[in-house]
């Protein structure tokens, strides 16, 4: 597999004009998420200027931010989402987070992640991969985590997980260049993120995944992401029965 950071070296000078949202056509739409504390809304600050939006969730009281930026004569909306450290317990920034990546439609979600605490982000990571193909993960806090003696190779790091994998320094800046190529390429279709699945080797799984997803087509012939769907049902997720039952999936 061809490396990414090979399109990246190549990147365009970035060239970034920075919009209130509220504008019409826009091209694409971007979320950012990652833990708790990884650099999201840095990067969302950094991207969008002072013009953004804030304002909650509805029927939440999580705030809710929102901006926009043109890169290379596209014009994205981009989400800040809450930070979380999964997706699959029932508290509210991890329903918004979560219910924003499947149903938001977002082109690309961009995962933050804190390199001086990998291991634990990548959970989040993996759970993400689940739901969506179209990632960039930028790795904020290398400085920090070089200054612990823990070096990250970053080009294994993107060959293991399958997508495009940039350095950034969030506060300073820096690796923004970057991060917007490899955003601009995932939305055209240059770059296909391949994430590596968890490998759900249980015996039976499959056929109990089927059924379910059968029954779920019945049921609910418009739902999309039916696979993880039912995937959440059989792992007893209360938050995903609860919000089908309501209707809140399929209404989403
Ligand atoms: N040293 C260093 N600090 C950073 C960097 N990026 C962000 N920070 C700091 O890390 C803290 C958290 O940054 P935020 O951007 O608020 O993180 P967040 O991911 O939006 O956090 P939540 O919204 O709580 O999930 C702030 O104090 C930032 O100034 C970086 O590249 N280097
Ligand atoms: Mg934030």
Redesign the pocket.
């Known amino acids: 597999m061809s490396s990414y950071c090979d399109h990246c070296s190549g990147a365009q000078q970035a060239r970034l004009e920075q919009l209130g949202v509220g504008f019409e056509d826009i091209d694409h739409i971007i979320c ?1 998420a ?12 950094a991207l969008t200027g002072l013009k953004q939006h804030t304002g909650n969730w509805p029927g939440k009281t999580i705030e809710r931010a929102e901006g926009g930026f043109v890169y290379n004569d596209k014009h994205y909306k981009i989400v ?1 989402l ?3 450290y999964s997706l699959l317990s029932a508290s509210p920034d991890e329903e918004v987070a979560r219910d924003f990546i499947l149903f938001g439609q977002p082109d690309v979600t961009v995962i ?1 992640l804190d390199a001086t605490r990998l291991e634990r982000n990548l959970n989040l990571a993996l759970q993400i991969f689940q739901i969506t193909r179209r990632i960039v993960v930028a790795v ?2 290398l ?2 985590a070089r200054s612990h003696n823990l070096n990250i190779d970053l080009r294994n790091l993107e060959l293991d997980l399958g997508v495009p994998v940039v350095a ?5 800046g ?1 690796g923004f260049a970057e991060l917007l190529s490899a955003i601009a390429k995932v939305c055209g279709g240059d770059i296909v993120p391949n994430p590596k699945a968890l490998k759900l080797n249980i015996p039976g799984l499959k056929g109990a995944l089927n059924q379910v997803k059968q029954l779920l087509a019945q049921l609910y012939p418009q739902l999309e992401h039916k696979e993880w769907i039912a995937l959440r049902l059989l792992a007893g997720d209360a938050s995903v029965s609860a919000a089908l039952a309501r209707g809140d999936l399929e209404n989403l």
């Open positions: 950012l990652g833990n708790p504390n990884t650099g999201k809304s840095t990067v969302f600050n800040d809450p930070g979380t933050v904020n806090f400085k920090e950034i320094e969030a506060r300073d820096q």
